[in-house]
């Protein structure tokens, strides 16, 4: 089992930065991959940003060039750092792990979410 804690959510004018982080406890194999989803009212969840173990990302089209994610391994954290914020922005961010267990199977985990919303 796997428990994610995620920080960082407010409220930021356009233009803003925020920085979000989760971090994973608990006992798994290994974590393949962490990152962040988003999900707005009436739409659909989409993905943010993913990074691997080995450190090598992925960010939606929306958010390539403001958004960067890194993670920690030893703390089994990862950071979302939003740059240039925009009102479309706003959405609930969720954190994931895709992880390993020890029966080899692959299993995703989720946080609880945190708002972000952007003004004008």
């Known amino acids: 089992q796997v428990q994610l804690v995620e920080s960082g959510g407010g409220l930021v004018q356009a233009g803003g930065s925020l920085r979000l982080s989760c971090a994973a406890s608990?006992?798994?194999?290994?974590?393949?991959?962490m990152g962040w989803y988003r999900q707005a009212p009436g739409k659909q969840r989409e993905l943010v940003a993913s990074i691997t173990r080995d450190g090598i990302p992925t960010s939606g089209p929306s958010v390539t060039g403001r958004f960067t994610i890194s993670r920690d391994n030893a703390k089994n954290t990862t950071y979302l750092q939003m740059n240039s914020l925009k009102p479309e922005d706003t959405a609930v961010y969720y954190c994931?792990?895709?992880?390993?267990?020890?029966?080899?199977?692959?299993?995703?985990?989720w946080g609880q979410g945190t708002q972000v919303t952007v003004s004008l």
């Open positions: 994931y792990v895709d992880a390993l267990l020890r029966s080899g199977f692959r299993y995703d985990y």
């Open positions: 608990g006992s798994v194999f290994s974590i393949v991959a």
